[in-house]
């Protein structure tokens, strides 16, 4: 019949028959799905999903590993909900780590921006890519409370400014142990291993310092289920209970801050600035060394040798050798 559609390529062997109307749409689908094509490829939308995809991935894991915890006497434990968050991380960061950064949460995207390492105008796109993941009884507090599940919630034994600090000082733990693994100019994770390096940190942070707040560290992790379970039928309680809604967004912001300040200050201003050094000072040399022909082309003479005593052999000058590094200078 008559030619292939544009899409008939994407289909299976045998479904690629186009009828008479269907052949019309060639001319509309091309022009959209090449506008699409160039609209994907443009750097803050390949960001912005990728941000988003690494933080489904995140969430998947650890709020999964919380509902084990929570739901099933048998089939969790806090140990798990660490290994959940800590992994979940680890695999976001492959995910997105090329791409955006996989940054995954936006007290991290701040830091990051009020430092200069990134442009404000990103700011808006990786937060809303971070935002947009988030039967009986819905209760918030309580022995068979299931809000927290989704989001953290200060525990009895913790007051709200006490709180406030512990998230401070966690999430600043976090930044100051980031810019450690990822610092070209310091001791770096090798290669290839960062992201396994980043999961291994989130859980040792869980494991030593989640206990009185559950360590959001971001405001990415701790806001949007908050929305979620408000929207889901937990109610106006998730807001209100004991005020502390408020602190998973403020206090990472403010702790991933001071980190930074606390690295670049105490370590990264400690470390000398290497000089940019020619990798084989030998092959700048011999560029100014004139260096004889393999083939001559008068015949090979004869040499006679002779007879050099220490009495009568030249003076000769001490040169530096060629292999000292060379370093260059910046104007």
């Excluded at 980043?198 to 289920?225: E, F, H, K, Q, W």
Aim: hydrophobic share 45%.
């Amino acid at each position: 019949m008559g030619s292939e559609c544009t899409w008939a390529s994407f289909l299976p062997t045998g479904l690629g028959c186009c009828s008479r109307s269907t052949r019309n749409s060639k001319m509309v689908s091309s022009p959209v799905v090449t506008k699409m094509q160039a609209i994907m490829q443009k750097e803050m939308v390949r960001e912005f999903l990728a941000e988003f995809m690494s933080t489904y991935v995140m969430m998947v894991f650890g709020l999964g590993s919380v509902a084990h915890m929570v739901l099933g006497e048998k089939f969790g434990s806090y140990l798990s909900v660490n290994l959940g968050f800590g992994f979940g991380v680890t695999m976001g960061v492959h995910m997105a780590g090329n791409i955006s950064g996989a940054h995954m949460n936006a007290a991290l995207t701040f830091t990051n921006c009020a430092l200069g390492r990134m442009s404000w105008k990103k700011f808006p796109v990786y937060i809303l890519a971070i935002i947009q993941f988030s039967g009986g009884h819905l209760t918030v507090t309580g022995p068979t409370a299931t809000a927290g599940i989704f989001a953290t919630y200060l525990p009895e034994h913790m007051t709200l400014w006490r709180g406030f600090l512990d998230e401070v000082i966690v999430t600043g733990i976090l930044q100051l142990c980031l810019f450690a693994i990822m610092d070209k100019e310091n001791n770096p994770a090798l290669q290839g291993t960062q992201a396994l390096v980043i999961g291994i940190l989130i859980v040792v942070i869980g494991l030593s310092l989640g206990m009185n707040t559950g360590y959001a560290m971001n405001p990415s992790r701790d806001l949007p289920p908050r929305f979620f379970t408000f929207i889901a039928g937990w109610g106006i309680q998730v807001f209100r209970a004991r005020d502390w809604w408020w602190v998973p967004v403020v206090a990472p912001l403010l702790g991933a801050y001071l980190g930074a300040i606390v690295y670049l200050v105490f370590i990264g201003s400690s470390i000398p600035r290497r000089p940019q050094i020619l990798e084989n000072s030998m092959k700048y040399e011999d560029r100014r060394i004139p260096v004889l022909p393999k083939t001559m082309s008068n015949p090979p003479t004869t040499l006679t040798p002779v007879s050099v005593s220490p009495a009568n052999r030249p003076s000769v000058r001490t040169v530096p050798p060629l292999s000292d590094s060379i370093h260059l200078e910046h104007f």
